[in-house]
């Protein structure tokens, strides 16, 4: 059973930077890809960042690339999305999930396991 838990979101200014963590309670974090995603009112679910098992491989959206950075702590099971220089654009309900598999997928519907999501709101 994979149980994933995001905490983290919050309202803050642009230009301010937010630390999301995501803890999966399930046995299998260990070896799986780990992804985030979000969604803003009206729109559908996009990519934001994906990290391999080991962490040594990190996927970013262009949007994000060079302001976010995924990371995870395997010890912990806990995986990161550090968010910096937030732009009003930022604004939506940010998702953890999981994938089965070696294979790090960048696409929503290659991910098996997801949170309920933790909102972040950036104000201009």
């Known amino acids: 059973q994979v149980q994933l838990v995001e905490s983290g979101g919050g309202l803050v200014q642009a230009g301010d930077s937010l630390r999301l963590s995501c803890i999966n309670s399930?046995?299998?974090?260990?070896?799986?890809?780990m992804g985030w995603f979000r969604q803003a009112p009206g729109t559908e679910r996009e990519f934001v960042a994906a990290?391999?098992?080991?962490?040594?491989?990190?996927y970013y959206s262009d949007s994000v690339k060079g302001r976010f950075t995924i990371s995870r702590d395997n010890a912990k099971n806990t995986v990161y999305l550090q968010a910096n220089s937030l732009k009003p654009e930022d604004t939506a309900t940010y998702y953890c999930?999981?994938?089965?598999?070696?294979?790090?997928?960048?696409?929503?519907?290659?991910?098996?396991?997801w949170g309920q999501g933790t909102q972040v709101t950036v104000s201009s």
């Open positions: 999930a999981a994938a089965r598999g070696t294979v790090v997928p960048t696409r929503r519907d290659d991910y098996d396991y």
């Open positions: 990290i391999s098992k080991t962490g040594s491989n990190t």
């Open positions: 399930g046995r299998t974090f260990l070896w799986s890809p």
